[in-house]
């Protein structure tokens, strides 16, 4: 517009007076350098906007990173959470079904106590029945003979016939005599009996124990993950020089900031849990510290012994007692007798054998001193010859102990005449204690071993397709074939698994065995 100007003027003047050029390209020149300029400041401005909306990216980028990172561990603290949550779940389930199991256990025990007693009074009443037989037979020979002899009473004088009028009388009066000893010999029996009942009720009703669990393993907590790669160690140098001190297998998995101590000898398994422990608060982990740790965690184990051994005898008071029956009770806290803690069976063994001998009359220090050292041999070492009861008798007589308690702990297992009655009662006491429902519990492996076993005596007879185990055991019904087998094979099959089992499977209780053989004819009408 400002060139076209000029131009006209340029044009208008160009009549009158002569062109001046130099004011023309003055103007033309200005108009292009202003131009340039305008460009290159614009040129700039769009830069610096790009460069500053790169830097705004990045900024942008950098915080969408350390969110989404925020959010990362967030979701990676809640899974730990909800995988926290679920190994509680499985735990609480676990036990829910160990505690199942035990019930199904201590039911199983009171049949088989109840079938041992109808057995017992049946074969009693058998020979009842025979010894009832036999006189029978004996009083129908006593009358023939006697009428017999009565043919010729015209015969006799008078004393003959009193004789013969008394021995008459007294084949009468025989089996009313017989029946009324027999009544009483009964119920003096039941008397006794319903006594016993008393008092081993008393007893156990004063009795709280607790129920055992299958402790094989230990965990241990650990700080943080990056422990679990110091306790193994470079090449694992850490890892098998702890093993082969302690005696203990180390389980790391993937179990966040947990390790593993497991091993069947309780005492190595706590020696273990206390060096790792002490390894991991102190921090340096390497073979020689930990040999160190491992022999202060066995002197602390020892420790600990004596302190129980010291706790439990303080506990049912017992003043006399040698230091080391002490220390060897102590140290029946890290023995277990089919998961049950020999320590606790033994206080308990002492309690119950205190108050039946409270209820039947006699001491009760007596009695509760046999039982606290009745299972002492289990804590002495196995170098030792001889069974546990042998081993702890002849320690206990050794270090001062009475004859008669010496006697009741050779005798609790009936290894050796009871010679006293505390030695039979001492027994009485350690049943009780180790039978009580809770007290010992079969592995849930072998339980599944024994129904699986019985399921397989079954199916393997000819003839049978399916065998099912059912009421923990107690029970096994059979499915037969009805086309291969009939009704009299049916009847064989139950004699002939009853056989089996009986031979083959040892079985805490009674099996009641079943076999099914069923027809089904089915028509639907149109």
Known sequence: MIILRAAVVTVSLGASEPIDWTLSWTLVLGMAVGFGVVWA???????????????????ARREAAVTAEEIKQKAESEIQEKRADLNREFD??????????REIRAHEESLALLDFQLEQRSERLNRENAAVRQARDAIRALSKSLRQRLEGVSQMDAEEIRRTLREEVMLECQD????????????????????????????????????????????????SEEMKGRIIGREGRNIKAFEAATGATL?????????????????????????????????????????????????????MAVQAGEEAVS???????????????????????????????????????AMIASEAGLDPNVAKRAGLLHDIGKALPSELGGSHAHVGAEFVKHLGETPIVVNAIAAHHEEVKPETVYAGLLILADMIS??????????????????????????????????????????????????????????????DLRRKIETELKSPCAIKITVIRESRFTETAG
């Open 251 to 303: 389980l790391i998995d993937e179990s966040p900031q947990t390790v593993l101590v497991s091993s069947f000898d309780p005492v190595r398994r706590e020696v273990a849990r206390a060096a790792l422990d002490a390894l991991v608060k102190d921090g340096r982990i390497h073979p020689a510290m930990i040999e160190e740790c491992v022999r202060r965690a066995q002197e602390d184990v020892e420790s």
């Open 315 to 353: 506990r049912l008071r017992i003043n006399g007692l040698h230091p080391d029956i002490i220390a060897g009770v102590g140290r029946l806290k890290y023995r277990f007798s089919y998961n049950q803690n020999v320590l606790e069976h033994s206080i308990e063994t002492a309690e119950l054998a």
């Open 434 to 495: 180790a039978t009580r429902p809770g007290a010992r519990v079969e592995a849930m492996a072998n339980y599944v071993q024994r129904l699986e076993r019985l399921e397989k005596l079954a199916s393997s007879i000819e003839g049978v397709q399916q065998a099912f185990a059912i009421q923990a055991g107690r029970e096994i019904r059979v499915v037969v074939a009805p086309n291969a087998v009939t009704d009299d094979r049916a009847r064989e099959i139950a004699k």
């Open 176 to 223: 009313e005599l017989r029946a009324l000893k027999r009544e009483t010999l009964e119920k003096s029996e039941r008397e006794l009996d319903n006594e016993a009942a008393r008092i081993l009720l008393a007893a156990m009703q004063r009795l709280a124990g607790r129920s055992s669990y299958d402790l094989t393993s230990t965990i241990v907590a650990l700080p």
């Open 92 to 101: 609480r389930r676990e036990i829910e079904a160990d505690v199942r199991l």
């Open 41 to 59: 400041f614009t040129r700039h401005t769009r830069r610096v906007a790009r460069e500053n909306a790169a830097e705004l990216i990045e900024v």
